[in-house]
């Protein structure tokens, strides 16, 4: 199934019936698609999406990622839970959404190091970045 991770319903019904998955996205918050491929996430040296920092943090900015981090955690429990309860009921079994996410066979990400922070990424993570890009009048 070719589905986007941030509405994880495309997920649920490939887990009932044990399909591959093909995630699309440009990032999805709180680092979900990250922490479900299990890469590195360290909050003191990757930056968070909407913290506005570079690869190169001083304290106090790596103290304000941390913070991030934290609070993107609680947001999303709350924003992600319809999904998660939707899916045990469905699969008749406790699921997170990292748990839900976790069975991706890729992750198609729109990023490009070139216009993004270098992260470390697990190998069925492959960089699509260009696709967005317009034709150089």
Request: hydrophobic share 40%.
């Amino acid at each position: 199934i070719f589905t986007d991770p941030l509405t994880p319903c495309g997920q649920i019904i490939a887990l009932h019936f044990s399909i591959p998955t093909v995630f699309f996205l440009r990032g999805v918050p709180c680092a979900i698609d990250i922490h479900a491929a299990q890469s590195p996430d360290p909050p003191s040296y990757v930056p968070r999406m909407f913290s506005l920092n570079t690869d190169h943090m001083t304290f106090p900015q790596r103290v304000k990622n941390f913070l991030i981090s934290i609070s993107e955690s609680f947001t999303c429990s709350m924003v992600f839970s319809p999904f998660e309860n939707l899916a045990s009921d469905f699969l008749q079994k406790p699921m997170t959404i990292t748990q839900l996410l976790s069975h991706g066979s890729i992750w198609l990400k729109r990023l490009d190091f070139v216009f993004d922070y270098p992260m470390p990424v697990m190998p069925n993570m492959i960089f699509i970045g260009g696709i967005n890009c317009g034709q150089k009048k």
